[in-house]
């Protein structure tokens, strides 16, 4: 059974910068796309950036340049190093195995409960 537990998120000023840990079990890493999601109030989840088994990294639009998706496979461990944040970066980030459908949350395999990310004054 996978199971993926996020931490890391807080609240930061515009700016600021937050890392982002996602610890899984059941997940075989060497085999396995993982990624990062969020999801704001009143809008659809959305995938911000993904890193396949061979390294190979994705990341939506809004966040190239600012964001960095890593793995460790010895701590089976996803992070989400975010720099620069703006309040369009607030919402709830998940982590997520497997493939999603095109850039929405839906078709993963797994998801976690996600972590909190408030960015405002």
């Known amino acids: 059974e996978v199971h993926l537990v996020e931490s890391g998120g807080d609240a930061v000023q515009p700016g600021g910068s937050l890392r982002l840990s996602c610890i899984a079990s059941g997940v075989d890493f060497e085999r396995t796309d993982m990624g990062w999601y969020r999801q704001a109030p009143a809008r659809e989840c959305e995938l911000v950036a993904t890193i396949s088994p061979g390294g190979g990294t994705f990341y939506t639009d809004s966040v190239k340049g600012r964001f960095a998706i890593s793995q460790d496979n010895r701590k089976n461990t996803v992070y989400l190093q975010m720099n620069k944040l703006k309040h369009a970066d607030a919402a709830v980030y998940y982590c997520?195995?497997?493939?999603?459908?095109?850039?929405?949350?839906?078709?993963?395999?797994?998801r976690g409960q996600g972590t909190q990310v408030t960015v405002s004054l």
């Open positions: 997520g195995a497997g493939y999603s459908d095109g850039l929405s949350c839906n078709g993963l395999d797994a």
